[in-house]
């Protein structure tokens, strides 16, 4: 960067996460999480063990030059790079994101791609960027030809999901969840603030934010990461419970079970929850401080921790159910 240049304010930033199950039948612990997500030879990978096991990637840039979308049909140029990196948490769950951030005004002319690398993670616009259409088109998704960073991070989670070290044998099944994001300045003296949360077809979810000016873009791509996590939890769950018939009538009386394979149905279908999942609820564990609060508009509406414990009870009902043995969960009623 040159002396007395600085990188450009931003008025909209935008990101997506790929979330899934890592597909190995054990968790990876730290050593091999750093081998996975090691992205460059150039940069660490960042782990931590408090308040749980999670590893990060180095970010990687990927230098964009077409049109952003947008939701009136304007057609506004852009150049520059898009940020993506990965996460690792419990040496369970894989994350993908990739995220940019755009300034008001760009040049009315490409420079060269050193002016651009020296921003990293910054979309400069030809001219004045339409930030309400742009925004809107971004979480709708733009047409072919378009920026699309939800590509970018889908082509890094298929780049580790093809790691040697994962053994392609995942401990339950489960789908992969797409979360669109776009962020937008609030108004002066204005805290940060959730203005939409969607649940839409395909797996994806889109949020669109309002933050105070100067919140990095960084930040909010990991209060994304987060609720994305926690949302495919809940998602995971849910669909686990619903693959099930929960039944009040007892099976037949059988031996001793001797093995997992001679478990009651239920039982197999819910163990892996327990053993993969339940104790990875934890939100806001790595969420910036000043957009911690975000998280307390979710509790609100639509309850995310309420859902969980809800569930989490009704696996932990099921299972002891299923430990009473079969002559003592009948009672014939006394006239």
Not at 43 to 60: A, F, H, I, K, M
Not at 226 to 234: F, K, M, S, T, V
Not at 244 to 255: E, G, Q, V
Request: contains cysteine; aromatic residues 4%.
């Amino acid at each position: 960067m040159r002396p007395g240049e600085t990188t450009p304010r931003a008025v909209l930033a935008c990101g997506e996460v790929r979330t899934c199950l890592l597909p190995a039948r054990q968790a990876l612990d730290s050593r091999s999480a750093a081998q996975l997500l090691a992205l460059r030879a150039d940069e660490r990978v960042l782990l931590s063990e408090r308040p749980n096991l999670y590893g990060r990637s180095p970010d990687t840039l990927t230098g964009v030059d077409c049109p952003l979308p947008s939701s009136n049909g304007s057609r506004v140029r852009a150049v520059g790079t898009v940020a993506a990196r990965a996460s690792l948490t419990e040496g369970r769950v894989l994350q993908s994101s990739a995220y940019f951030r755009v300034p008001a005004a760009g040049p009315d002319h490409r420079r060269p791609w050193g002016h651009y690398l020296v921003r990293p993670g910054v979309v400069e616009p030809f001219g004045k960027l339409p930030r309400e259409a742009v925004a809107q088109g971004l979480l709708g998704g733009g047409r072919h030809g378009e920026l699309d960073v939800g590509l970018i991070a889908d082509g890094l989670l298929t780049r580790l999901l093809r790691h040697p070290l994962l053994d392609q044998r995942p401990p339950l099944r489960s789908r992969p969840t797409r979360l669109r994001w776009v962020a937008l300045p609030a108004d002066p003296g204005d805290g940060p603030s959730i203005e939409r949360f969607t649940l839409a077809e395909d797996e994806l979810r889109t949020v669109r934010l309002r933050v105070p000016e100067g919140t990095r873009s960084a930040e909010v791509a990991g209060l994304c990461d987060d609720l994305a996590l926690h949302d495919w939890l809940l998602t995971t769950v849910v669909r686990i419970l619903d693959g099930i018939r929960l039944s009040s009538a007892p099976p037949p009386a059988r031996p001793r079970p001797q093995g997992p394979d001679d478990l009651p149905a239920v039982v197999r279908a819910l163990r892996p929850a327990v053993d993969h999942l339940l104790h990875l609820w934890m939100p806001r564990a790595r969420v910036a401080g000043e957009l911690a609060p975000l998280w307390d508009a979710l509790e609100e509406r639509p309850g995310f921790t309420r859902q969980w414990q809800t569930l989490v009870q009704r696996i932990r009902d099921q299972l002891t159910l299923h430990a009473i043995p079969s002559s003592h969960r009948e009672v014939e009623p006394v006239p």
